[in-house]
């Protein structure tokens, strides 16, 4: 074995045994930590379609066009050069045995050479955007870790070239170790280009430019291994699992068992589970979550890649005093709430979910907020005042308005609506959920109106609960008292068994993704519907007929997407097929679909007071005024109430509608 053999193979193992300890680090705090246990769903076919989309396509990133296709060729670079890589140590470490060979190394080759360019051209283009355009999402995180990585993968391919010219050039075919002499110039396009107005080396300079690109080369590869587990490029290593592992409902809040459990929510990093932890490891610090999150967008402090990044570093750092030196659980974890963790942040979510939708590693950021809320309210009964309100109110009225219940059904007067809670034994197709703001607010009392117009118009059997509904459970869940949550969802799904549900039809986003999603944690499986999908399919079977009104002409139509109908439920196209059913004149926000603005409503704070920062509602009510709409059409309560009132508060009252789907259906049914 040669010297240069011998030094490679330990600088090889060296470099591997410290990134395979540091993994082992990283893991065994994943395994040892955490006091929740959770199993995980086999569900392979799913597991690994998105192995396939997210890791390998590179799917989520293209949600930014400019760094999707950046790091998406980036990535695509790196896994070229691993068959190139692999035969590189191979034949330093045992010169004259080669890993490639035949179609499979000029196949090889031919990748590498063409992603190589792509490679260095992409670290021009990164290191613009950092540092020339500078991007604001980048600006202030770990600048000195992604300049040091994106020398390192520029030094790694140009290196490459440096050996491929001279490989070309007849320089190194007797050296030992070196690779791909065999084959034809046409294998290595680039190379070839390059050797061909390069100027000729002797062949005395040639070696020795040979053997300074060979360790360099060498040298690059061995501390970029060393690095990834210690920095950001953690997420090399972390990310592909995580999606593997990826929770079947993100943000979708698991219940409490308060019979067996006795630490409630997210207090310290015990409180957090082990997939949790990979959630923290994969962090790749891109900033996307936060460039979407709409407290953050109007100036608020919350930022969901500082939440993730900061508990990391208390697990790192709090992971390393418990693996070496013990001691009482209690003394070494201490709470991530307040510091770093501020309370003001936590209750600045609105849950809407853009940090999860636009996480390209599936990261869940909102349920690690709500556990941490959880253990405000549950472990220390701190919450603000609003909300202490608001969860008072649900106790005592079964809903957030201090309204008496029996008066809930008040807005069906004269409208010859099925209540159950007056004739039990009434038959019936589907069960119209009203949800409490449609039943209480004097505005959304009118969604309520228009959608039993249109269900008696297509001739659907339908009832409501009337004085039996109460609160779906989401205004307190979300807000962290589980507890109450607990409470009103069991005595609903008595309410519903009792009344032999199985189809529900709501006009309420969060009562429409609590009934679907999380009520059958607690023993129930419903048929349930939002009201925009429901309609769309009585237009698209005929059952209603929808006209054009001749002021429409006049009108220009927005469509503003509900979080928990669109980024939780994926309705997007529906609610958009009924509005365009009659509207000639139609335009798209700045921001919509899966990135549509938040009203702000959500997460519980339809009842708190925005203090800090611009008012989300008003900012989303601007992005309506510039495609010059006059009616915003909607399709939940919640944002409803918001955006009327940022309507009227920002001076456009006289100049733009805001109008529910089923108003404006109502309103245009022969």
Same mark, same amino acid.
């Given at each position: 074995?040669?010297?240069?053999?011998?030094?490679?193979?330990?600088?090889?193992?060296?470099?591997?045994?410290?990134?395979?300890?540091?993994?082992?680090?990283?893991?065994?705090?994943?395994?040892?930590?955490?006091?929740?246990?959770?199993?995980?769903?086999?569900?392979?076919?799913?597991?690994?379609?998105?192995?396939?989309?997210?890791?390998?396509?590179?799917?989520?990133?293209?949600?930014?066009?400019?760094?999707?296709?950046?790091?998406?060729?980036?990535?695509?670079?790196?896994?070229?050069?691993?068959?190139?890589?692999?035969?590189?140590?191979?034949?330093?470490?045992?010169?004259?045995?080669?890993?490639?060979?035949?179609?499979?190394?000029?196949?090889?080759?031919?990748?590498?050479?063409?992603?190589?360019?792509?490679?260095?051209?992409?670290?021009?283009?990164?290191?613009?955007?950092?540092?020339?355009?500078?991007?604001?999402?980048?600006?202030?995180?770990?600048?000195?870790?992604?300049?040091?990585?994106?020398?390192?993968?520029?030094?790694?391919?140009? +290196?490459?070239?440096?050996?491929?010219?001279?490989?070309?050039?007849?320089?190194?075919?007797?050296?030992?170790?070196?690779?791909?002499?065999?084959?034809?110039?046409?294998?290595?396009?680039?190379?070839?280009?390059?050797?061909?107005?390069?100027?000729?080396?002797?062949?005395?300079?040639?070696?020795?430019?040979?053997?300074?690109?060979?360790?360099?080369?060498?040298?690059?590869?061995?501390?970029?291994?060393?690095?990834?587990?210690?920095?950001?490029?953690?997420?090399?290593?972390?990310?592909?699992?995580?999606?593997?592992?990826?929770?079947?409902?993100?943000?979708?809040?698991?219940?409490?068992?308060?019979?067996?459990?006795?630490?409630?929510?997210?207090?310290?990093?015990?409180?957090?589970?082990?997939?949790?932890?990979?959630?923290?490891?994969?962090?790749?610090?891109?900033?996307?979550?936060?460039?979407?999150?709409?407290?953050?967008?109007?100036?608020?402090?919350?930022?969901?890649?500082?939440?993730?990044?900061?508990?990391?570093?208390?697990?790192?750092?709090?992971?390393?005093?418990?693996?070496?030196?013990?001691?009482?659980?209690?003394?070494?974890?201490?709470?991530?709430?307040?510091?770093?963790?501020?309370?003001?942040?936590?209750?600045?979510?609105?849950?809407?979910?853009?940090?999860?939708?636009?996480?390209?590693?599936?990261?869940?950021?909102?349920?690690?907020?709500?556990?941490?809320?959880?253990?405000?309210?549950?472990?220390?009964?701190?919450?603000?005042?609003?909300?202490?309100?608001?969860?008072?109110?649900?106790?005592?009225?079964?809903?957030?308005?201090?309204?008496?219940?029996?008066?809930?059904?008040?807005?069906?007067?004269?409208?010859?609506?099925?209540?159950?809670?007056?004739?039990?034994?009434?038959?019936?197709?589907?069960?119209?959920?009203?949800?409490?703001?449609?039943?209480?607010?004097?505005?959304?009392?009118?969604?309520?109106?228009?959608?039993?117009?249109?269900?008696?118009?297509?001739?659907?059997?339908?009832?409501?609960?009337?004085?039996?509904?109460?609160?779906?459970?989401?205004?307190?869940?979300? +807000?962290?008292?589980?507890?109450?949550?607990?409470?009103?969802?069991?005595?609903?799904?008595?309410?519903?068994?009792?009344?032999?549900?199985?189809?529900?039809?709501?006009?309420?986003?969060?009562?429409?993704?609590?009934?679907?999603?999380?009520?059958?944690?607690?023993?129930?499986?419903?048929?349930?519907?939002?009201?925009?999908?429901?309609?769309?399919?009585?237009?698209?079977?005929?059952?209603?007929?929808?006209?054009?009104?001749?002021?429409?002409?006049?009108?220009?139509?927005?469509?503003?997407?509900?979080?928990?109908?669109?980024?939780?439920?994926?309705?997007?196209?529906?609610?958009?097929?009924?509005?365009?059913?009659?509207?000639?004149?139609?335009?798209?926000?700045?921001?919509?679909?899966?990135?549509?603005?938040?009203?702000?409503?959500?997460?519980?704070?339809?009842?708190?007071?925005?203090?800090?920062?611009?008012?989300?509602?008003?900012?989303?009510?601007?992005?309506?005024?510039?495609?010059?709409?006059?009616?915003?059409?909607?399709?939940?309560?919640?944002?409803?109430?918001?955006?009327?009132?940022?309507?009227?508060?920002?001076?456009?009252?006289?100049?733009?509608?805001?109008?529910?789907?089923?108003?404006?259906?109502?309103?245009?049914?022969?």
């Amino acid at each position: 074995m040669y010297v240069f053999s011998i030094i490679v193979l330990i600088g090889l193992l060296l470099s591997a045994g410290f990134f395979l300890y540091t993994i082992y680090r990283l893991l065994w705090n994943a395994v040892k930590i955490p006091e929740k246990k959770p199993g995980l769903k086999l569900q392979l076919g799913r597991r690994i379609y998105l192995v396939i989309r997210n890791v390998f396509l590179q799917a989520k990133l293209f949600k930014d066009l400019g760094g999707g296709i950046m790091h998406a060729l980036m990535f695509w670079a790196f896994i070229a050069f691993a068959s190139y890589s692999s035969d590189f140590f191979v034949s330093a470490i045992f010169p004259g045995t080669n890993l490639l060979s035949g179609t499979f190394e000029q196949v090889a080759f031919f990748t590498v050479d063409i992603f190589a360019i792509i490679a260095l051209l992409d670290v021009v283009y990164a290191f613009i955007r950092r540092w020339g355009i500078k991007i604001k999402r980048y600006q202030g995180y770990n600048g000195f870790e992604a300049w040091f990585i994106l020398s390192l993968v520029g030094i790694l391919m140009a +290196t490459y070239y440096v050996l491929s010219v001279l490989r070309l050039d007849g320089v190194s075919a007797n050296i030992p170790g070196s690779i791909g002499e065999n084959l034809a110039a046409a294998n290595t396009p680039v190379s070839y280009a390059l050797a061909s107005v390069l100027p000729k080396v002797s062949a005395t300079t040639g070696y020795y430019i040979y053997w300074t690109a060979f360790t360099i080369h060498a040298a690059d590869f061995i501390i970029f291994l060393a690095y990834i587990p210690t920095s950001k490029h953690l997420h090399l290593f972390a990310a592909p699992f995580n999606v593997l592992f990826a929770k079947e409902d993100q943000a979708i809040l698991k219940p409490i068992d308060f019979e067996k459990e006795t630490r409630f929510g997210a207090t310290d990093i015990r409180d957090f589970d082990w997939k949790d932890y990979f959630d923290f490891y994969a962090c790749t610090e891109c900033g996307r979550c936060t460039a979407n999150c709409p407290a953050n967008l109007t100036g608020k402090t919350l930022s969901p890649r500082d939440i993730i990044w900061d508990i990391r570093e208390v697990v790192v750092a709090q992971g390393t005093e418990y693996r070496t030196r013990g001691g009482d659980r209690d003394q070494v974890f201490k709470t991530v709430i307040g510091e770093p963790i501020l309370e003001k942040d936590l209750w600045s979510c609105t849950t809407c979910m853009a940090c999860v939708e636009q996480c390209p590693v599936m990261i869940d950021h909102v349920s690690k907020i709500v556990d941490m809320r959880r253990s405000l309210v549950l472990n220390q009964g701190k919450a603000p005042r609003e909300v202490i309100d608001l969860t008072r109110n649900i106790e005592q009225y079964g809903s957030p308005y201090t309204i008496d219940p029996s008066t809930r059904a008040d807005w069906a007067a004269g409208l010859d609506v099925v209540d159950l809670s007056k004739t039990p034994d009434a038959q019936y197709d589907v069960l119209y959920w009203v949800g409490c703001v449609a039943s209480f607010d004097k505005r959304n009392q009118e969604i309520a109106k228009s959608v039993t117009k249109i269900l008696k118009k297509a001739g659907v059997n339908f009832a409501i609960l009337g004085s039996q509904e109460k609160c779906t459970g989401d205004p307190a869940r979300r +807000t962290g008292n589980e507890y109450l949550a607990d409470m009103m969802i069991k005595g609903n799904v008595e309410t519903l068994k009792a009344n032999r549900v199985q189809k529900v039809i709501t006009s309420c986003a969060h009562c429409f993704n609590s009934l679907k999603n999380e009520y059958k944690d607690f023993g129930i499986e419903l048929e349930v519907h939002h009201h925009t999908e429901f309609i769309n399919r009585l237009i698209s079977d005929k059952k209603l007929s929808v006209k054009s009104l001749d002021s429409d002409t006049l009108e220009k139509y927005t469509y503003h997407d509900p979080c928990y109908v669109g980024r939780y439920n994926k309705l997007y196209e529906e609610p958009r097929d009924v509005v365009k059913s009659f509207a000639a004149n139609y335009e798209e926000m700045e921001m919509n679909k899966s990135k549509s603005l938040c009203c702000g409503a959500g997460g519980g704070r339809l009842w708190m007071e925005e203090k800090e920062g611009t008012l989300i509602s008003h900012k989303r009510i601007e992005q309506a005024d510039k495609v010059n709409a006059t009616t915003v059409v909607t399709a939940c309560p919640y944002c409803m109430t918001m955006l009327d009132d940022a309507r009227k508060t920002t001076g456009r009252e006289d100049k733009m509608k805001i109008q529910d789907v089923s108003e404006l259906i109502a309103g245009r049914i022969d």
